[in-house]
Every structure is written in structure tokens, then in C-alpha cells.
């Protein structure tokens, strides 16, 4: 099998790399890549000898239709993804999560080959943090932000795109992921990162926000066994049962690293701040039978520590710049 993985040097696009090599010795895997602040090439390096490395842009035509000509299946993990950024500006979200997947639906269409879209719970808003729904595949979609609201559209094209043309195509939204090779920007290993560095940790407004996590292991196994069972057409939503509010993370963090669970700062809230994402993943569970391995999120979150005091290597370079970005905003 021949797959092309976009965003393949980002936090989960690159563990799903090192997935497939594993799991799937005899899969020839194409990385698409453009090595945005967010993507680091880093993260393949003891792959590289396995896969073919193309640095280029979702949204060029020129560079999507001859790799998608040469795929048997493309999955598109390729995004702007951080909601801050797309507060200071939304440009390049509209570029590469709707203009990127618009080339790669039209490249799949012409040269009929198997497409998964990777998507986010964001798409469907906020719940109430008393409210005891979870988001299932037929929650109207209620996007908050530029980012959330790019990432809608982007899954509003891949359905018009299986019913207009027949692409034979695949949706999943997942919830929050954590684990090795997440930028440092994003709350876990920015608040892991800052520990290591004597710095106390930051959480936005009084933390009670509640996300629902899962292992980014989890989460690719999920997109495989769509890719691999589930019906052309479909959406299925990926979580592992992990709500947490903020305040309930970092004082897991600090205790996991050594310190005082309540050594940590409030900073000004996130404009627009989503209250709580929740995941119904029962469709992925009964029809196609997925289960997730990390269902104890402490021992997941042990291990991601773990990850990142050995690897100081690869986060290092990013972290000045990063801390000087939210220091310029307050936070």
C-alpha cells in the first residue's frame, strides 16, 4: 500500500508515521509537509530512511496531484491548528485547512484514490460544563473560531465531495491528544516544558475548561481501523473517555514532576474560550470495533513527561521563541 500522510512532521501526523512503519512494515509512506514553525522535520529522523520526505504545500496543486496520482490512499493530517493563531490572524488557516483540502479532494477525485479527512471536535462548539451530552456524529456543527471554523468547512467539502462526485472518503473528529512530539506551544507539554525549566505553570482564566483527552497512539490506531473498516461516507468521532478541566491537568503535571500540585498562575482568559469538548465515540466502538489502549490518563500523561525530559533536544530550539510569543500577549 502506498499512503500519503499530510502534515506528516506535526504532533500527530508524525507519531502516525511512526505507526504505519511499525504496524504496517510493507506500506510505502509519503510525507507532505510544508515545515510550518509547527512541523519539524526532527520528528522523523530515525524514520527517514524509510519514507520519502517532500516539502511543499497542501494548497499547491502542482505539488498534490502528482503525489495523490502515486497513492493508494491519502491521509490528511495537514492543518493550522492552534486557536490563538487563528485569533491574530486567520489567513493562513483559510489557506491550508480549506483551500489545502479543496486540491487534495479535487487530486483524489481525479485519480480515484481512498482519502481520510482528520478533523477535530471544535467543529461542533462548546458544551455547558453542566450539560451531560457528548458531541455524537449528529451534533450541528458550531464552530467559535477562525480555526475551528476552517476545520468545519474543511469536513462540509470532503461530505459535499462523497456526494457530488463519489470520492471515496472518510471523516474523523477527535478530541485533545497528548503525547510525544506535540509543539510546546499547546497546554501539556508547555506547562511540562516550563516545569523543567523552573517556571511556574500558566492556565488561562480559573481552569475550569474541560477537554477530553486521548493518547495520541489511540487516536491514530482509530484512523487506521477507519481507513480499514469503516463505510465510505462516513464520520466518526475518536475519544477515549477523558474528560479533565485544566486545573485537574496541571496539578497532575506538577505532582507527576515533583512539585506542590497548587504551584501554579491564572492568566487573563482566551477570547471565546471553549467551555468543555466531550466525545461520544460509540459508533467507532460498535460498529467498528475499536477500544482504546490508554484508558488510565495518568500513566499516559507519565510516560509523556518522561518523553519530554528525554528528548530536550528535540523541543529546545523551539521554546525561547514560543515563551516570547505568549509573553507578548500576556500569558
Known sequence: MKVLITGG????GANFVHQTLADRPDAQVTVLDKLTYAGNKASLDDVADKITFVQGDVADPDVVDPLVADSDVVVHFAAESHNDNSLNDPSPFIR??????????????????????????EVYGDLALDDPAKFTPGT??????????????????????????GVAATISNCSNNYGPYQHIEKFIPRQITNLIDGVRPKL???????????????????VWTIID??????TYLIGADGELNNVQVVEMILELMGHDPHDYDHVN??????????????????????????TDFRDGLAQTIAWYRDNESWWRPQKAATEAKYAAQGQ
Not at 481552569?207 to 491514530?220: A, F, K, M
Not at 473498516?229 to 462516513?234: H, T
Request: proline residues 4%; without cysteine; positive net charge.
Open 9 to 12: 512532521a506535526g504532533f500527530i
Open 96 to 121: 491550508s485547512n480549506l483551500v489545502g483540502t479543496f486540491q487534495l479532494l479535487e487530486a483524489v477525485r481525479r485519480h480515484g484514490v481512498r482519502y481520510h479527512h482528520i478533523s477535530t471536535d
Open 140 to 165: 450541528p456543527y458550531n464552530p467559535s473560531s477562525p480555526y475551528s471554523a476552517s476545520k468545519a468547512g474543511s469536513d462540509l467539502l470532503v461530505r459535499a465531495w462523497v456526494r457530488s462526485f
Open 204 to 222: 488561562y482564566g480559573a481552569g475550569l475548561n474541560v477537554r477530553d483527552w486521548i493518547h495520541v497512539l489511540d487516536h491514530n490506531r482509530a
Open 229 to 234: 473498516k469503516g463505510r465510505i461516507g462516513q
Open 269 to 294: 482568559d482566551r477570547a471565546g474560550h471553549d467551555r468543555r469538548y466531550a466525545i461520544d465515540a460509540s459508533k467507532l466502538r460498535d460498529e467498528l470495533g475499536w477500544t482504546p489502549q490508554y
